[in-house]
């Protein structure tokens, strides 16, 4: 029993710090969508990126020298995922809405235990599946309030591949590395891809004006370097279907945040953001009470 409760203290604090990495997250959508109407979109990731792998390269330079091979190159491989997420991410913004994008992005809920399940023969609890589907459901709910699905939409479906595939990497190899290490080479990979696109476009300009700069400093200091250290130190205490249920949380807070900024919330999004909510609660709370009620 005092071992149980140990447990369940000891993932309290990842998961709270989870849900305040998706605030964070939730409000750079609308951040990102008029930031990449002012700059080409892979010079503002270029940008983001470079300067996320600076600000991690100055609170930790011993980070570098505890690199091993394996996490150099477990590092990029999950980087490269990272980087697909956002370039898909970042590009779909300009054909879709803040919202919109938000809800998609949170798709990967639904991949990440698929692919768990699918190609790594993991698994899965059936509560686990309940609370995907419905967070799935709820996403959908709100990704077709609108008609029609069109190339904003696809590109952020292919987004939410690529995050769920960081999901499960982070989930298999964040316990056997120091993870401010890898969560350096992840955004050093991913700004390498941002500024090889930006520099094979031919452009790779710095942000226009202050505003720019502001949207560029806000996501790269805290939405990247700090969200990101984050994430990989909890996926080593957290299963990565737990992950990526807490992450589901990011559409909720994307769409209040787009509505704060003048978006319309229809009763699609209230409702499909209800049911995001319900499967935040199966994921944490029920099996909390069975446990409980279990040992009473």
């Not at 996501?219 to 969200?227: D, I, M, N, R, S």
């Not at 049911?275 to 446990?291: G, I, K, N, Q, S």
């Amino acid at each position: 029993m005092a071992d149980r409760e140990k447990s369940g203290r000891s993932e309290r604090l990842p998961v709270a710090l989870l849900l305040v990495v998706t605030v964070v997250w939730g409000s750079t959508f609308v951040i990102v969508k008029s930031a990449v109407a002012h700059m080409a979109v892979m010079d503002f990731l270029a940008w983001r990126f470079g300067l996320a792998t600076l600000a991690m390269v100055a609170l930790s330079p011993s980070a570098l020298r505890r690199l091993s091979p394996r996490c150099l190159w477990q590092g990029a491989a999950t980087g490269l995922a990272l980087a697909g997420g956002y370039i898909f991410q970042t590009f779909g913004l300009q054909h879709t809405t803040a919202a919109i994008s938000g809800f998609l992005t949170g798709m990967s809920v639904v991949l990440t235990p698929l692919m768990l399940g699918l190609f790594l023969r993991r698994r899965i609890s059936l509560s686990a599946w309940a609370a995907t589907a419905l967070a799935g459901s709820g996403l959908a709910v709100i990704s077709f309030a609108r008609l029609g699905f069109g190339l904003g939409e696809w590109l952020t479906l292919g987004c939410a591949f690529c995050f769920a595939l960081q999901i499960v990497a982070l989930g298999e190899w964040a316990g056997g590395h120091d993870h401010f290490a890898l969560a350096t080479v992840q955004l050093a990979t991913t700004a390498l891809c941002c500024t090889a696109a930006a520099a094979g476009e031919g452009n790779l300009a710095p942000p226009p004006d202050l505003a720019v700069w502001g949207a560029v400093a806000a996501t790269a200091l805290v939405a990247t370097a700090l969200a990101f250290l984050i994430q990989t130190w909890a996926q080593t205490r957290l299963a990565p279907t737990r992950v990526a249920i807490v992450l589901t949380m990011e559409p909720v807070f994307a769409g209040l945040f787009a509505a704060l900024a003048g978006e319309e919330l229809s009763w699609r999004v209230l409702v499909g953001g209800a049911m995001v909510l319900v499967a935040m609660y199966l994921v944490e709370l029920a099996p909390r009470r069975r446990r409980v009620a279990k040992e009473a």
